[in-house]
Nanobody
Framework: QVQLVESGGGLVQAGGSLRLSCQAS????????MGWFRQAPGKEREFVAM????????VYADSVKGRFTISRDNAKNTVYLQMNSLKPEDTAVYYC???????????????WGQGTQVTVSS
């Protein structure tokens, strides 16, 4: 069982930045795809970004491309999401998740964190 713990959420003004962190409890992290998803109130959970195990393969949702950057430190079992130029529509609970495949699909992710709230004020 892999446990994922997110941190770094909070309240920020539009145009500001936040960095989310997600630490995994096991070493299998280094061979896993790691993704970030988000869920706004009243909306379905959606894909944000993912990084394959080497960190060289990354994919982003169109809505965050150019503003968000996913990175990982396999030595620390940690994946990050740097969020710049934040917009009110980025307000959501952000979840990290682990997968054994390169995927944007929620169903392909086997382990999930508890989520961290990001609120962007206008």
């Amino acid at each position: 069982q892999v446990q994922l713990v997110e941190s770094g959420g909070g309240l920020v003004q539009a145009g500001g930045s936040l960095r989310l962190s997600c630490q995994a409890s096991r070493g299998t992290f280094s061979s896993s795809g790691m993704g970030w998803f988000r869920q706004a109130p009243g909306k379905e959970r959606e894909f944000v970004a993912m990084s394959w195990w080497s960190g060289l393969y990354t994919v982003y949702a169109d809505s965050v491309k150019g503003r968000f950057t996913i990175s990982r430190d396999n030595a620390k079992n940690t994946v990050y999401l740097q969020m710049n130029s934040l917009k009110p529509e980025d307000t959501a609970v952000y979840y990290c998740a682990a997968s054994f495949s390169r995927s944007r699909l929620i169903s392909d992710y086997n382990y999930w964190g508890q989520g961290t709230q990001v609120t962007v004020s206008s």
